[in-house]
């Protein structure tokens, strides 16, 4: 391959049993930005081929089981048009298929959990069937392929040019490559960036690196933010206690030193303060209707039934569910001894085994062991919803994912351009080459190096498109959390509506690139090209800047 963009007519994608396959733009990696960077290429004409390692497309919203996690005006302004077709997706979801109250159903902003971490907390199933329901026209085109459940194995690579990729069918036992115009990366760790010899980065860089003020002094690659094995339960009559997990008693007594009491408990360090505290958990407890999520007023976390609440009995007509239903993502489900990249497969699994006996832990403990406000112990009528969320044990198909390996692009966006201490203002981070926008707090949870959290007020910002262009590599692209942040950075850019801005902003420089045979580089650099790039954004609902909002 001699050059990666071209306006030649679209390669058809051949039938999706080959083991050879083309099309103009591939993305592996089915997680919200993949999904949104190839919703993006195939709205603008180009064949796409979405390969996804689970059996949902959606990564953090539906494998890995979290309720979205967005900015205080999310219901205003500050996300693209795609994104907020997904979010009303989810909402007509409720609308069409369960039985809602009237006064819910007429609600314009439903949110069916009237959870506090976000205007719109939904099950995973909702999040799934409004991506479904995105792709279809595009897949019955044949626009748009998608292979799942498949893993990239391998990549050929011509000088700085990745020519194809190979995939493993997993559940076949077979191997496909796909050859393409533009690859994006959109997998939760960055797995194309080692397999294409992309530069890229791991872990927490060093002061001297990044000129953050809140970086180390030496680079520790290995210290890597906690990932989390999520779970959905209910509270019903009876006794649903699983069995006792094989590693309960280790897990029951660990205590890192800045915790302030055992993990499984309901007392932990405040992640603004790191004051220790205790959080109250009642299930099927009922918040007043006054009381909206809005993470600039309050983190929402005191009481934990109501914190990342799916789904809100009330909103639905009397009888129609015994409980609400509710999704475990807390700090005490934090894995924080050993990261999953930068070590073996073999270390990586058994990383993953303790995640999963550590999540399994903490429900047992609640059942058996969490205090109860009548001063009982133990809610034994919490009951595992594994049939919610398709993982094989009970849990979420797929670990939480918050930290990826990252490349080393023309541009990096720093503490100093987020934080409003550093930079002095809490007014928007404003930039020329500008592909979207988000906000969020730098929300670094604890680390596999020892860290405790480290939670900044931040601005909100504009997305630069430095930070998708790699430094080196012509037709690949990051598409999701492997974008050019640091480790510090990374904490406000890895939520929901800024991996989707990410994706739709790579999958819709692919296929400008292709449709005018230049660059991403050029692009970057070149005025007349970056507003022609930065118009097809706006055309496709893209946001690229915030009116006169303050940070928190």
């Known amino acids: 391959m001699t050059a990666v963009a071209s306006s030649a007519p679209h390669p058809r994608i051949g039938h999706p049993h080959a083991q050879e396959l083309r099309c103009d733009v591939l993305v592996v990696g089915g997680g919200l930005g993949g999904v949104a960077a190839a919703l993006a290429a195939a709205d603008l004409g180009r064949t796409v081929i979405l390969t996804e390692e689970y059996a949902w497309l959606g990564g953090q919203l539906t494998s890995q089981a979290v309720t979205l996690d967005e900015h205080s005006w999310i219901e205003q302004f500050g996300a693209t048009g795609r994104y907020r077709s997904l979010r009303e997706g989810i909402r007509a979801y409720y609308r069409r298929a369960y039985p809602l109250t009237a006064e819910a159903r007429a609600t314009r902003t439903l949110n069916p959990g009237n959870g506090l971490v976000s205007r719109l907390c939904a099950e995973p ?63 939760e760790l960055g797995d194309l960036l080692p397999l294409t010899g992309a530069e890229h980065v791991t872990g927490f860089e060093s002061r001297d690196d990044t000129g953050e003020p809140s970086a180390p002094a030496t680079a520790q690659p290995d210290n890597q933010q906690a990932f989390s094995w999520c779970f959905i339960v209910d509270h019903v009559d009876g006794d649903h206690t699983i069995d006792r997990p094989e590693d309960y008693a280790a897990w029951s007594t660990k205590q890192p030193d800045y915790w302030g009491a055992p993990m499984l408990s309901l007392t932990g360090p405040d992640p603004r303060t790191l004051e220790t505290f205790t959080r109250t958990f009642t299930p099927n407890a009922d918040v007043p209707d006054a009381v909206i999520a809005d993470q600039g007023k309050h983190a929402g976390d005191r009481e934990l039934w109501t914190f990342r609440r799916m ?70 009528g919490l009951r595992l919803r594994g049939d919610l969320t398709g993982g094989p044990d009970g849990l979420a198909q797929a670990p939480y994912i918050r930290e990826s390996r990252r490349a080393l692009t023309v541009g990096t966006l720093t503490e100093s351009e987020l934080s409003i201490e550093v930079s002095g203002t809490d007014q928007p981070f404003r930039t020329p080459d500008s592909v979207g926008v988000g906000m969020y707090r730098i929300d670094l949870h604890p680390s596999s190096g020892g860290d405790n959290y480290l939670d900044i007020a931040s601005r909100p910002f504009e997305i630069p498109l430095g930070i998708l262009v790699p430094r080196r590599m012509r037709n690949l692209l990051p598409a999701g959390k492997n974008v050019g942040t640091t480790h510090i950075t990374n904490g406000a850019l890895r939520l929901h509506p800024v991996e989707w801005n990410v994706g739709e902003a790579a999958g819709t420089l692919a296929a400008f690139c292709l449709d005018r045979a230049v660059e991403p580089r050029a692009v970057q650099t070149t005025p007349g090209l970056l507003s022609e790039y930065q118009t097809l954004l706006t055309q496709g609902g893209a946001e690229l800047h915030w009116p006169a909002v303050a940070g928190y």
């Open 125 to 187: 199933a909702a999040g799934v069937q409004a991506i479904e329901e995105m792709l279809a026209p595009h897949i019955s085109s044949g626009r748009l392929t998608v292979l799942q459940p498949a893993v990239p194995v391998a990549a050929d690579v011509s000088g700085d040019v990745v020519d194809a990729v190979t995939v493993r069918l997993t559940r076949e036992g077979r191997d496909v490559t796909i050859t393409a115009g533009f690859v994006l990366d959109g997998t």
């Open 311 to 380: 789904l809100d009995r009330r909103n639905f007509e009397p009888g129609a569910f015994p409980s609400d239903i509710v999704l475990v993502n807390w700090p005490m489900i934090d894995y924080i001894d050993g990261p999953l990249v930068g070590v073996s497969q073999e270390q990586a699994l058994e990383h993953q085994r303790q995640a999963r006996q550590q999540s399994l832990s903490m429900l047992y403990w609640l059942q058996t062991e969490a205090p109860r406000p009548d001063g009982g112990t133990g809610f034994p």
